[in-house]
């Protein structure tokens, strides 16, 4: 057990409104910090009032990029209780990250300890309106007050969290994508694996040009070849072909989404025969153009199950389902989100109250 000093607001802020909540706009009142020296281990772990954090100009994070973060959320049930969704599997991918990227391991039973305390003081900023929910974004970064480039001897871990609605503007709607030719988001080998700052760094070029052209989000193709399929900015993709779901196997380049993992675990509790492999942009267009791509769709904590109604590549638009959400990606947004906001029963033990 971590000792977790609290020094509560003196000045609570007043809930926004559940309409037009957005997505990370809106923070509560504290948040969660603790430091780490190499010499001295983890120390001074608080929640403290939200508030702009005071770091050295030369700060490693600000010049060398060595920045994780997590993403999971907090669900309002119907009963007013509130649980979150798998989150020892953010907690597990958070120190993989932290390998990747020469930053330190927090051990697993203190991290839970530190996120059941916050989420336990923060709970009351979880909105209760449908779709609505408590984001929360644990984030490590490389504090050394140095120039020097080289692994990090001090680091912050810090949560906030951030009361949000749907993450794209269409909600449930279908989005459009945009499959990206030119610039890569990272190869194997590299960080891609890894939900560092530096991938979504260097994906905001790509998905301004997308954004321009009136595009959601922009779908990357894997770096060396720019043949196969990877995944979209914030969410892993899936696309039923011919009755089959396929997702594009985790090669090292590509985020393993824990949306991802629970859509194949009730794919395959349903009968569906799920193949995580390699998917090349041709064999895409060639179901597209046989009438063999059913259904396509993004899956991930923000986005949550998000169906892809119309997918560009170069000079050809492609319509997906007539731009309908499909059957299986409704099944899936209704038993995800059933068992997040406590409306379906957990058959799979993914929930986690939050006392
Ligand atoms: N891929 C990327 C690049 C992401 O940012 C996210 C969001 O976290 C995902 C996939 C989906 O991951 P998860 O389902 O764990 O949220
Ligand atoms: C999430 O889904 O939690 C993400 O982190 C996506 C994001 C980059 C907004």
Redesign the pocket.
Known sequence: MIDIRIEKTTTPKEKPAAAGLGFGQTFSDHMFLMDYNNEKGWYNARIVPFGYLSIHPACTALHYGSEI?E??KAYRKPDGSVQMFRPIENLRRMNRSAERLCLPQVPEEDFMQILDTFVGLEQDWTPSEAGTSLYLRPFMYGNDETLGVHAVHNATLAIIASPSGS?YKEGINPVKIMIEAEDVRAVRGGTGYA?CGGN?AASNRAGQRAEEKGYSQVLWLDGVERKYIEEVG??NVMFKIDGTIVTPALTGSILPGITRMSCIEVLKSKGFTVEERLLSIEELEAALKAGKLEEAWGC????VVSPIGELAYKDDIFVINEGKIGEVTQMLYDTLTGIQFGNGEDTFGWTHPVK
Not at 300 to 303: I, K, Y
């Open positions: 973060f993403g999971l993450y939900k979504y914030a969410m991930g904590t923000a986005a």
